[in-house]
């Protein structure tokens, strides 16, 4: 795909009424670039997912509770949350187009000590290791997106995350074809997944060093300055972190323990269990397609709207079914929330433009880091209570999207 330089409609926010708009140059969108970007970061997932699919491989292996269970995804989780947004910070100043591959190093790393890891400190060294990776990778390889986007923002980071989405569904049905016949060993067989993706974004590294010192020169002619007082800016923040707490809290109730609710409730089989995660994960990979495209159109609060708020029919009833509509709920409720997350981060970059590094990492970091915190907490309230508990808790986690209310409108939605 062709991925020169073309005019195209300004990357900035719509000012403000009676405020000229700045002609700033963006490049056409390049498809090529977010296709290899998205590519990249499907492999990315994939291999983060197995981590969470062989939770009940590990469990027994090593006599895990649920909370150390839970301890795994938090070492992962935090270890990125608390990397993220100083990478973004710092390649905000100065980008870096090769730590693309050398953040998948690290997961690469991380990989091959998880296939051999003899005792429970050691997986957590593992699980820690491909959340560097992943710290390293997403900042960067959202810039990279914005940078290809043509000024199609909410599209590319759409593709962008259906790809990572897409890899995070692959990792259940792999585990069950792959791992659980053959063993945790096995596990050391998708390191060909990670060297495949470090020669994709070795590729892509190339072209973001040849457009990003464009790019800069021609942003550096115009100034882009929020619309929006500091107070204001620092509320709406607030608001979407509460939303991302929501969010990433009941993903990881899905993610983390769909599993063991299946085996626990239903009797189902480890197999048959990470087939409906796969089922839920696949969803949300298809989901995650839909929020950016449509908060171009429509508008980004109009999505956040939906995708919070409109789970919480559908996540009230879960805890409540038999195992067919339990798969079906998941579906759905996979399929409406992943919408949200692209319209948030590309919603949060127009309140402060020119930080797209930083709000990426900051954004991305923030709900991994819930989502790890959230996977620890409701691992010692199913130790306690069980995890049939849990459920029926996290239910009425979706109706925080209420507080969507109090965003303010940043943008005019595009009909045509």
């Known amino acids: 795909m062709d991925t020169r330089v073309d005019a195209a409609r300004p990357a900035?926010?719509?000012?403000?009424?009676?405020?000229?708009?700045?002609?700033?140059?963006?490049?056409?969108?390049?498809?090529?670039?977010?296709?290899?970007?998205?590519?990249?970061?499907?492999?990315?997932?994939?291999?983060?997912?197995?981590?969470?699919?062989?939770y009940p491989l590990l469990k027994d292996s090593f006599h895990l509770s649920f909370a150390q269970v839970g301890l795994i995804t938090l070492a992962y989780?935090?270890?990125?949350?608390?990397l993220q947004p100083m990478?973004?910070?710092?390649?905000?100043?100065?980008?870096?187009?090769?730590?693309?591959?050398?953040?998948?190093?690290?997961?690469?790393?991380?990989?091959?000590?998880?296939?051999?890891?003899p005792s429970f400190a050691v997986l957590l060294l593992a699980a820690a290791l491909v959340g560097t990776g992943s710290a390293i990778f997403h900042p960067e390889s959202s810039r990279v997106a914005r940078l290809a986007s043509g000024g199609r923002h909410g599209l590319a980071q759409s593709l962008f995350q259906v790809g990572g989405n897409t890899g995070s569904s692959l990792g259940p049905l792999l585990a069950a074809w792959v791992i659980v016949p053959h063993g945790r060993g096995s596990v050391a067989?998708?390191?060909?997944?990670?060297?495949?993706?470090?020669v994709v974004l070795l590729q892509v590294g190339r072209w973001y060093g040849a457009h990003h010192v464009a790019r800069s020169r021609a942003a550096s002619r115009h100034t882009a300055v929020p619309a929006l007082p500091r107070g204001r800016i620092i509320d709406a923040l607030a608001v979407?972190?509460?939303?991302?707490?929501?969010?990433?809290?009941?993903?990881?109730?899905?993610?983390?323990?769909?599993?063991?609710?299946?085996?626990?409730?239903?009797?189902?089989?480890?197999?048959?269990?990470?087939?409906?995660?796969?089922?839920?994960?696949?969803?949300?990979a298809a989901g995650s397609l839909i929020g950016g495209p449509v908060g171009d159109r429509v508008g980004r609060k109009r999505v956040i709207w939906v995708s919070i708020l409109g789970v919480a029919p559908f996540s009230l009833l879960l805890p409540h079914v038999d195992l067919m509509w339990t798969g079906v709920l998941t579906v759905i409720i996979g399929l409406i929330l992943a919408s949200a997350f692209s319209a948030i981060l590309v919603y949060a970059q127009e309140l402060i433009p020119g930080r797209v590094g930083m709000i990426s990492g900051l954004f991305f970091g923030f709900a991994f880091g819930m989502g790890g915190i959230g996977a620890a907490v409701l691992g010692g309230l199913a130790d306690a209570h069980g995890i049939e508990y849990v459920y029926r808790l996290c239910a009425y986690l979706p109706l925080m999207g209420?507080?969507?209310?109090?965003?303010?409108?940043?943008?005019?939605?595009?009909?045509?």
């Open 12 to 54: 900035l926010r719509p000012p403000a009424a009676g405020q000229p708009q700045a002609a700033l140059p963006t490049e056409g969108t390049a498809y090529g670039v977010l296709g290899g970007i998205s590519f990249a970061h499907m492999l990315n997932d994939m291999i983060q997912s197995l981590i969470l699919a062989i």
């Open 77 to 82: 989780q935090v270890t990125a949350s608390l």
């Open 87 to 117: 990478v973004g910070m710092v390649t905000d100043r100065r980008p870096m187009p090769y730590s693309l591959p050398t953040g998948m190093g690290f997961t690469l790393c991380g990989l091959l000590l998880l296939a051999v890891a």
């Open 189 to 198: 067989w998708f390191s060909l997944a990670a060297l495949l993706a470090i």
């Open 240 to 284: 979407l972190g509460l939303l991302i707490f929501s969010k990433y809290f009941y993903l990881a109730s899905l993610s983390s323990y769909y599993t063991f609710y299946l085996i626990h409730r239903f009797g189902v089989s480890v197999q048959g269990a990470q087939m409906h995660l796969f089922a839920f994960l696949f969803a949300v």
């Open 402 to 416: 209420l507080i969507t209310v109090l965003l303010p409108d940043l943008e005019r939605p595009q009909h045509a």
